[in-house]
């Protein structure tokens, strides 16, 4: 790769394009997963529902920043193709966006920049909207009914950006203009810079609220809800406000991601895209620590993307596509994690709070072995077939 | 002649009902939402297709078949995954992530076997509809009163058998109460071994029926989850009988909602369809999460309630 | 002036960055909890 530094015209191409790429969708991945772990980790809100709150971010800069942006491309002169009805805003909007506004954010780089700050402003307050209004049916209930309901609302977030062309295209798509026209290079280098900046904010928001009284508190409620409502803390109320805050930083995610493609539709958005995935991530690196979140992801990122790279060595084994095997591959890896290592590959450590006498508050760890599990037949009793007699 | 519309609301609302109760009853016996519930239908809706297009025959024949075939498939995964998941002491959260797998791996192997019938059979498998292998009574197609006939068969033989057979019985003591159970002697271990046969098998059965009206392809078993959640949920979550009224409910008002307001708003609220059984399951959960149980219970803790019961038990002279 | 291998660099720096500061945070708690195990 020393090669780039020097001799590098336009694109990134080849390898090195891969590495954008991983970089890329692992910045997205670890932010969405970061906030799971904040959830479901540490505050035992087990939240189904990630694929809404990155599709309101997406949609967010499909249906407000488009308009905002033509409106300061009208009233600066330029002319635009129509695009009030519905027809002309999917059919216009290639020209629109390309031809007419794109060459304008090239010359005004304040303008694309503040579009882009504005979009994650917008995205931070929609988020936590939608984080409000899925935490309301079931928030005061058992766990089991949570993820029901937020499982089904992830469908419902597509069909709803399928069917109303105004937001993001219907089933076409819209394009988004692209608001890092002004950088001369490759754009996705400078997505996946701003995306991995992101990360790393964010991964030290969340590193500060996991070290501090209230993570202390969120941690508490996961263990034992009863006694933290027993204190006198509105439980409810913390859970709801987890879940807001965390759906605010999940759609800052869908943001870049549309910025990143400059494009929008609604299938992109998937439920086992956005939902499964960082739960498998969450999962095999450990819920409970950021340190188990990074390595899942970047585990799951890159066991993703060499697939894709590689398909042409897959296919000589695989009649089918993919995309399938994919899924196999996620339903069987999750089953797999969860019986032979159930809190990950880097478990959660107990918790570190300077100057309390640590060993003698707790004494014993309790660790489950399934293979000292209490068996329904004794050891040297022979199988019966017909287990169905007595 | 009834309508078309009206046969195809009673189809599906039989259908929804049988997938419902099996729902309820794994909550019952395995105290989780089994997500892959849904995906036992896609199995069957498969079971009569291999059968119908690629061995000509008809798909009745495939009943029996689709039955045992759905039942060995959820005792397998009750042995290989949620028994082992149980026996390590995983809670609720962790079963429910782990059917959740279950239903994504489900998926995808239903995918690629339509994919290799595509390849190998050289027919359409992605989308399909087995209208034409049915028979005809009266000028009625005949899944209209098998599908009848075997929902009110279920449920006749399903109280039958959790109210008077020792391994219904059994399987009511272990949900409300495993160790109190095992203590009485029943082997828990083959009770739920039964009952996740049972359920599976007969989800497997409803979903053989599928296609022979609706249109189906391999994601219509995990799309299906969430009317046969919304009608377990109105009938309340642990309520057997409820399951009953709350998949009628829901079955009923996904179809026959969906057109009378497509005749009064228009026809592109037809695309909005899956948000109705959403919309029961948000409704519910907000004004009384345990459903129509709760209403009842609610109903008879009041003034109104006592009068009726002193109404109905002074005739069985209580 | 040829921002992308800058940007590449800045990327990858970034990328190590927060593993790096994970892991060394992650030592220092487990080495501190260890030492109060044992100051027990």
């Not at chain 2, 098998?146 to 009511?172: E, F, N, Q, S």
């Not at chain 2, 979903?207 to 994601?219: I, V």
């Not at chain 2, 709350?246 to 026809?267: A, D």
């Not at chain 2, 004004?287 to 009041?302: F, H, I, K, N, S």
């Amino acid at each position: 790769m020393i090669e780039l530094i020097g001799s590098l015209a336009g694109e990134i191409t080849g390898e090195a394009r891969l590495i954008v790429d991983i970089a890329m969708f692992f910045g997205l991945l670890v932010i969405v997963a970061m906030a799971l772990n904040f959830q479901y980790g540490n505050a035992g809100v087990p939240n189904m529902g990630c694929a809404v709150q990155v599709i309101v971010g997406a949609f967010t800069v499909s249906a407000i920043t488009m308009r905002l942006t033509f409106w300061i491309v009208e009233s600066a002169g330029i002319k635009l193709l129509p695009y009030y009805s519905d027809f002309d805003w999917v059919y216009n909007n290639q020209i629109n966006v390309h031809v007419l506004v794109n060459p304008y954010l090239k010359e005004h780089p304040m303008v694309a920049i503040s579009l882009l700050l504005f979009s994650m402003a917008v995205a931070l307050v929609l988020g936590a909207f939608i984080g409000w209004l899925m935490s309301l049916p079931a928030i005061r209930l058992k766990a089991t009914y949570l993820m029901i309901v937020l499982i089904t609302m992830a469908d419902t977030s597509q069909i709803f950006g399928r069917n109303i062309p105004q937001i993001s295209g219907g089933t076409l798509g819209v394009f988004v203009p692209n608001v890092f026209a002004w950088y001369p290079g490759d754009r996705g280098v400078i997505t996946a810079v701003i995306t991995l900046a992101i990360g790393l904010v964010a991964f030290f928001i969340f590193r500060t609220m996991l070290n501090s009284p209230y993570g202390r508190l969120m941690r508490a409620i996961r263990e034992n809800e009863v006694t933290v409502a027993s204190v006198g803390k509105n439980v409810v109320g913390i859970r709801r406000n987890i879940l807001v805050f965390a759906s605010g930083i999940t759609a800052l995610a869908g943001v870049l991601n549309a910025f990143y493609f400059s494009f929008v539709v609604e299938a992109n958005y998937q439920r086992a895209w956005w939902t499964y995935w960082p739960w498998l991530m969450l999962i095999l690196g450990g819920p409970g620590n950021n340190a188990g979140t990074f390595l899942g992801c970047a585990l799951v990122v890159a066991m993703r993307r060499i697939i894709i790279y590689y398909k042409w060595f897959f296919d000589q084994y695989f009649f089918f596509p993919i995309s399938y095997f994919e899924d196999i591959l996620l339903g069987t890896l999750l089953i797999v994690v969860m019986i032979f290592r159930p809190s990950g590959l880097i478990p959660e450590k107990l918790l570190y709070i300077p100057g309390v006498p640590y060993g003698r508050l707790v004494r014993e760890e309790v660790k489950v072995d399934w293979r000292k599990a209490p068996r329904a037949r004794a050891a040297g009793e022979k199988p019966r077939w017909m287990f169905w007699k007595r | 002649m009834i309508p078309p519309l009206l046969m195809g609301a009673i189809i599906y609302a039989c259908l929804i009902t049988i997938l419902s109760i099996g729902f309820t009853l794994t909550y019952l016996t395995a105290k989780i939402p089994n997500f892959a519930h849904g995906t036992y239908a896609g199995i069957g809706i498969y079971v009569s297709y291999t059968i119908s297009k690629i061995m000509g025959l008809s798909p009745y024949i495939g009943m029996p078949l689709a039955f045992l075939l759905g039942g060995a498939i959820s005792v397998a995964i009750f042995l290989l995954v949620i028994g082992v998941l149980q026996r390590m002491g995983g809670g609720a959260i962790v079963l429910t992530i782990s059917t959740l797998a279950i239903q994504i791996f489900l998926t995808a192997s239903l995918n690629i076997y339509a994919f290799w019938l595509r390849e190998v059979y050289k027919t359409y498998s992605m989308m399909f509809m087995l209208k034409e292998f049915d028979f005809y009574i009266g000028g009625y197609p005949g899944v209209f009163p098998v599908t009848l006939a075997l929902c009110v068969v279920t449920v006749i033989v399903l109280h039958y058998m959790l109210t008077r057979t020792k391994i219904g019985v059994a399987m009511r003591a272990t949900a409300e109460d495993p160790e109190l159970a095992s203590v009485l002697g029943i082997n828990i271990y083959r009770v739920q071994l039964f009952s996740w046969f049972l359920t599976g098998g007969m989800a497997c059965l409803a979903g053989a029926f599928l296609p022979m009206w609706f249109q189906s392809n391999p994601t219509t078993g995990a799309a299906i989850i969430t009317s046969i959640m919304a009608g377990s949920l109105l009938g309340g979550f642990e309520n057997v009988y409820g399951a009953i009224i709350g998949g009628f409910g829901v079955g009923f008002s996904e179809i026959l909602l969906t057109y009378w307001l497509q005749g009064t708003i228009g026809t592109w609220i037809g695309e909005y369809r899956p948000l109705i059984p959403m919309f029961f399951l948000i409704a519910i959960l907000l004004l009384e999460p345990r459903g129509l149980q709760g209403v009842y219970e609610r109903l008879l803790a009041t003034k109104t309630g006592e009068r009726l019961i002193r109404m109905f038990s002074r005739g069985r002279g209580v | 002036m040829d921002w992308d291998p800058i940007l590449f660099w800045v990327m990858i720096a970034i990328w190590v960055i927060m593993p790096t500061f994970i892991v060394i945070e992650e030592i220092r708690e487990r080495r501190a909890l260890a030492k109060d195990r044992e100051a027990e």
